[in-house]
């Protein structure tokens, strides 16, 4: 192991004329300063900024001398801590903050001043820019991940709560029949716990515990539906024009996805138009020539987001799309990159066109399907029964849910053993005949092994996991036919719907 250097003595400093120090600097590839070393006000007079330090700052190099450092600091700069120790040989002084160039452009700084003679220091500064966005963007996401997975606990119990609410309206529905006036009141508590189960699935998605769900979809529907979120965010000084094609062709995406990347465009329009301004919101169909090169060919659905805001320049349209790079003083860099990665998953492509001072249009461009539109029923089905006879277990720890299920299963011919926990289940399989299917939440602790005790008394077992994940990933062992996925708020008759599915399905 070496033997540590002893810190030189202050006579040995080394000790260079202003003259020779500014032929040093000027010829340095890096932004520095020659300086006095006393400290006045929190800074240092410069004696001499070589041109990368103009450069760097804005300012003419020659302007520079006379002027204190301080003349960077601005209303996101703090004063300069730490002043140099005068007990050392040696003082060094390294910082980071955020400085500002003659423009009042701010920039995130480095520095590091060293000592060249007893009443001078050199100062070298780097822009590191791009390294504090990328650490501010990268403890955005933790925290978003933090507050997702918040989110995602509440949106879990919320779910159970709405599981009951819509079953048990659908429980009354056959039994208010006779009575108008009731099965009206029935249905609207019903449309508002279905709305709510569609918020519950978007803070699932938001919060990345919801599995992404593509389907046959409208844009113009879609749209329809954020509409007055749209004009409500934009606030009174932007005017909102939805101009959606009538014979628009539909889509296979994930709703709540396209909503996001949709809703980010429109956010990025109001952050360009911050003295008001319009917002065009237009959906067409497009048929693409292959020999373009810019689409494969064939038939899309086109949506653009069209402002009249500032506009972007050519750097920035150059870099729009890069993850973490922003133009806004606390944006995480994140929002575009995602929505072009959502709709190149779908199989389409995002583009722009933006000039500085004439606005900005994105343009997204999906494949056309000839499926038809999926829409979401608001009205309440009916329970048809089925008529089984098999035994199933219930495992479900939320006590008022669990009885719902069981009870519906019941009255469906179906012999229920309820358990609250895995642990109870796996207690009474030690005693007891194993089921033909059993209900859960796959993602629970030991719901795996819990499956492997009943697979051995049983192989043809049947799981119809009630969960918000897919199965599959826990339940690697089970063959797809022998496994269902029905992820909770669910309508009691596509319970019912489920279970006997699985049931008759005499594949393993």
Known sequence: ????????????????????????????????????????GGGVEILFANERFAA????????LTGQNTRVLHGPKTDLLAGRPNSASPWPIEAGENWLHRRDGAPFFCSWEFRPLAPDLLIGVYRDISEVRRFQEAMIHSQKLD????????????????????????????????????????????????????????????????????????NPNTLIREIGDILRRVMGDGVKVELRLASDLGNTRIDPTQFQQVLLNLCFNARDAMPQGGKLTVRTFNHNADAASGRLAGGSYV??????????????????????FFTTKPHGTGLGL?????????????????????????FEIFLPETAEPEQVFSTALPTLHGNRGTETLWLVEPDEVLRKMVSGILAVDGYRVHEHASIGN????????????????????????????????RNARLKVLAVSVESPAAALGEMSPRALGHLPKPFALSTLLRAVRGLLDNAGR
């Open 1 to 40: 192991m070496p033997r540590p250097r002893p810190a030189p003595s202050a006579s040995a400093a080394p000790v260079l004329s202003r003259e020779a120090a500014q032929h040093f600097l000027a010829a340095l590839p890096e932004a520095a300063v020659l300086t006095r070393s006393k400290s006045e």
């Open 425 to 456: 289940a796996l207690a009474f399989a030690a005693k007891a005949p194993p089921p033909q299917l059993v209900l859960m939440d796959c993602g629970a602790t030991d719901a795996g092994k819990l499956v492997h005790v009943l697979l051995a």
């Open 302 to 323: 086109g949506i653009e987001v069209r402002d009249t805001g500032e506009g972007m320049d050519e750097e920035t349209r150059a870099r729009v799309f890069e993850p």
């Open 56 to 63: 760097l700052t804005g300012y003419d190099a020659a302007a």
């Open 337 to 361: 990159s995602m929505a072009l990665s959502v709709i190149r998953g779908a199989g389409g492509e995002l583009s722009l066109r933006s000039k500085r001072g004439t606005g900005t249009t």
């Open 146 to 217: 933090t507050v997702g997975q918040l989110a995602g606990g509440v949106a879990h119990d919320f779910n159970n709560l709405l599981s009951i609410i819509n079953g048990y309206c659908e429980i009354l529905a056959g039994k208010l029949a006779a009575l108008p006036a009731a099965q009206k009141d029935l249905q609207e508590i019903h449309r508002a716990g279905l709305k709510a189960a569609g918020i519950a699935r978007q803070i699932l998605e938001f919060s990345r515990r919801q599995e992404t769900e593509a389907r046959a979809v």
